[in-house]
């Protein structure tokens, strides 16, 4: 038996086949209610007399000889749409959801594939936009409470093997992509040690598996990388799905605080710690920027929350925002947008505090397009390495945003915690849409998700 040797588990009776089995159940039960009716049999113990009063009660409604056929036919379709369903179930979830390298039986493969199947489409419509490791990072802890992300990625990125293959094949940057893809993949670890592979010798040196992978199913979509990624999230079976903001790269450049003008997205950070002065770079822009991904407009559109960040604010964040009409998208949303603040000053914003934050992206985008920061509390910071980003409350809530300052969002190495990071966003979501379809998606998910992060 499919069960033989192994305990009993609820985790076998999963939402997607818990209402199948009742169904089946009730029909098993009509059916033999009209046999009853048909055959007229008469009980012989108490609780089979009351049931057969209650039947005969039933029969007098309509005579036997119709009730009965009636009861029996109805009891059979039960029966068939539930074995049918719990069949389709299996098969669409098993065929999607193919058995995994770490899958150690198969029905442990089938009842994971059931459970993730189940869970697709649900949690609230989650829209990240950024670049570099701290959307990836967002995005590792985001996909436990939601398979409703969509990953909005910057495409200036011109350094190192993302640059050489878009200098040279023409595509659109892949690296940042590729990182979005591999966090949200079914198999991360496995995946992350093939796709972030780099090659050590030869003309291949320096580039990474997962942007040879990418640049070239985007030359096999005819150049287009979001198709090329909807592809590459099919073949790792990644939740949510991942857009460039533009299907052209853009030409990064900034100037600085003193007129001097750096181009190019990879020098940008260097240079702008050689200054010394707190606003080192007066502004970021475009010379000819391309139009954006109507595909990363609509899920704006669509979005029950949106967040910025975390990454690197002039280099990650910024470029995203450039678009004229990727604000407007944001700004006719529904949505609420949180910008989650870095965890410690880097080479781009050196001496910054919370509002500096606030005020560059409010800069390159609308005054009022924040509504609410996300800060690691300073005072549990407890690494030696990088000094923390200062709050400024009083500043921050003038400007009408809201301020949820969390302690310890850091892990060991000194960067956001995937899951404690995702876990103080969803729980400050559902405190803003307390119904019971918002809590109903995530309450279950949230308990398992905090037990990991108590744990870790």
């Excluded at 697709?120 to 409703?148: D, F, M, Q």
């Excluded at 598996?209 to 199913?217: E, I, K, S, T, V």
Aim: hydrophobic residues 40%; aromatic residues 6%.
């Amino acid at each position: 038996m499919f069960f033989a040797g192994s305990r009993f588990n609820s985790k076998y009776l999963l939402p997607g086949l818990k209402r199948w089995i009742v169904i089946f159940l009730i029909g098993i039960t009509l059916i033999s209610f009209g046999i009853t009716l048909t055959l007229e049999l008469r009980p012989l113990t108490k609780i089979s007399s009351f049931i057969w009063h209650f039947l005969r009660w039933f029969a007098n409604l309509m005579p036997a000889h119709i009730s009965g056929p009636l009861i029996l036919l109805a009891g059979a379709g039960f029966i068939m749409a539930s074995i049918y369903w719990v069949l389709k179930t299996t098969i669409d979830a098993t065929v999607s959801e193919s058995s995994s390298m770490s899958d150690k039986t198969p029905s442990q493969s089938i009842f994971k594939s059931l459970e993730k199947a189940r869970r697709k489409g649900r949690g609230p419509k989650i829209v990240a936009i950024g670049g570099g490791t701290g959307l990836s990072t967002l995005l590792r802890g985001i996909k436990h409470y939601s398979t409703n992300i969509t990953a909005i990625v910057t495409v200036g990125d011109d350094g190192g093997s993302s640059g050489r293959l878009r200098e040279e094949l023409k595509v659109v940057p892949p690296g940042d992509i590729r990182n979005c893809i591999v966090a949200l993949a079914d198999e991360e670890e496995v995946t992350t040690s093939l796709f972030q592979y780099r090659f050590q010798d030869g003309s291949l040196k320096g580039h990474s598996l997962g942007n040879l992978f990418l640049a070239a199913l985007c030359n096999i979509c005819d150049g287009d990388m979001a198709k090329a990624t909807q592809v590459a999230s099919r073949i790792l079976r990644s939740g949510g799905q991942v857009l460039p903001s533009s299907l052209q790269a853009i030409h990064l450049c900034a100037e600085l605080a003193d007129g001097t003008i750096i181009q190019g997205e990879s020098k940008i950070p260097e240079a702008a710690a050689q200054k010394i002065n707190e606003q080192r770079i007066k502004r970021i822009f475009c010379e000819s920027l391309p139009e954006p991904l109507t595909e990363s407009l609509e899920v704006i559109k669509e979005a029950d929350l949106i967040i910025l960040g975390p990454g690197s604010l002039y280099t990650s964040i910024i470029p995203n925002l450039l678009f004229p009409s990727i604000i407007t998208a944001i700004k006719e949303s529904k949505a609420k947008v949180l910008y989650v603040c870095n965890l410690v000053q880097d080479r781009e914003t050196k001496n910054y505090s919370a509002i500096d934050f606030i005020k560059a992206i409010h800069q390159h985008s609308d005054p009022l397009l924040v509504d609410a920061l996300l800060i690691n509390d300073p005072e549990s910071w407890n690494l030696e390495k990088g000094k923390p980003v200062q709050i400024d409350l009083d500043q921050i809530s003038a400007l009408g945003i809201e301020v949820i300052v969390r302690p310890k969002l850091q892990d060991e190495n000194g960067r956001h915690s995937p899951i404690r990071l995702a876990r103080s966003i969803l729980q400050w979501f559902n405190s803003k849409h307390p119904n019971r379809e918002a809590i109903s998606q995530t309450a279950a998910l949230l308990a398992t998700v905090n037990a990991k992060a108590n744990g870790g």
